[in-house]
């Protein structure tokens, strides 16, 4: 099926004339038969692609599964097993969006559908095709669905906490849209991050400590201060850099892009640094800390050698990130 397409032009460039400004602006106002608005860039669609997004639709499948066999074996029944089996899946879910959205920015699928949001007549299609926006758009629809009916069953501060931050990271997901058609500031790209990581943090704790208070234990976890920083600058940096372009290589920063690398990088140390600090209470999650900063070396080189899509390194990049939340969630004490 043809899908339109405009030319992405860099955010920092302006058009003199006013007439091209408008022609050549990302998100114009018509759309193609297909529902997908004008604005849309298609990624490249390798083998690499097609392999990741049947990884993805196991894991999809295995989020599922894990969550009806929990269900039938927890030691609860009735509804309180129906909940165990809910919340199984939605943290395993809510890993599987983060990583989607980590292939989305790695083989340049991030404007695939254009600033429409959040669906196109031919979602489904696209799925099947293998647009992993597309998959990264519904799945994140199961996600809302499962945590919509896990506070109807089980209202408490995990679910309700859960189902308001979904809704807050569904409506900064639509501002990154904006974010990397140059429509929006960079800050946007880094709060929807965030929230996407807390989304996965109320699920993960929701299990590991159940009647916990989210808010108290985000509070007291101090090592995961430090993280969620890192990943808010993480976010900001993929939004300051722009759809397709490179960072650039320096010594000294020269502009805001190298400003928040910068940052980031300064955050990155900042969570070797908390978590050598407590130590030994975080082995695991120190020593993949001291790891990620090699890896976010690698993602930097990436990002500046194929901009548009550097590949599966933000995807690992992004692994290694939920790692070391797990670690520092099973154990804090």
């Keep these: 099926m043809a899908r339109m397409r405009n030319e992405l032009p860099d955010s920092r460039v302006h058009a003199t004339d006013p007439a091209k400004a408008t022609t050549s602006r990302i998100g114009a106002s018509y759309d193609s038969p297909a529902g997908i608005s004008s604005s849309a860039v298609d990624g490249e669609m390798t083998a690499t692609v097609r392999v990741i997004g049947l990884a993805i639709a196991g894991l999809v499948t295995v989020a599922i599964v894990a969550g ?11 509804k309180a097993a ?5 919340m199984l899946t939605e943290v395993a879910l809510a890993a599987v969006l983060i990583l989607l959205g980590s292939i989305v920015e790695g083989f340049g699928y991030g404007l695939s559908l254009g600033t429409r949001w959040p669906y196109t007549r031919n979602i489904f299609l696209l799925m099947v095709r293998g647009d992993p926006e597309a998959a990264h758009r519904l799945v994140a629809t199961l996600v809302g669905l499962i945590a919509l009916a896990l506070a109807v069953l089980a209202p408490g501060s995990a679910t309700i906490s859960g189902l308001a ?8 997901g639509m501002g990154t849209l904006y974010v990397l058609a140059g429509r929006a500031p960079a800050l946007v790209h880094g709060i929807h991050g965030l ?48 759809f397709g372009q490179a960072i650039g290589a320096f010594y000294k ?28 209470a975080y082995p695991v999650a120190f020593y993949l800390a001291v790891t990620q900063i090699g890896v976010g070396f690698l993602l930097f080189h990436a990002v500046n050698l194929k901009p ?15 790692f070391i939340s797990v670690a520092i969630v099973l154990q804090w004490h």
């Design 68 to 78: 009806i066999w929990k269900g039938f074996t927890t030691a609860g029944t009735g």
């Design 253 to 280: 920063p020269q502009r805001l892009a190298h400003w928040t690398v910068a940052a980031h990088v300064t955050a990155a140390l900042l969570v070797v640094a908390t978590l050598g600090w407590l130590m030994p």
């Design 165 to 172: 931050l979904i809704i807050a990271t569904a409506l900064f």
């Design 195 to 242: 929230l996407a990581y807390a989304v996965f943090l109320v699920y993960l704790t929701g299990i590991a400590f159940p009647g916990l208070d989210f808010w108290s234990y985000l509070v007291a976890a101090a090592a995961l201060h430090a993280l969620l920083l890192a990943v808010f600058l993480g976010g900001v940096t993929t939004g300051q850099r722009g």
């Design 308 to 322: 548009k899509n550097p590949g599966t390194i933000v995807a690992f990049h992004q692994c290694m990130v939920l």
């Design 82 to 86: 129906l909940v165990d089996g809910l």
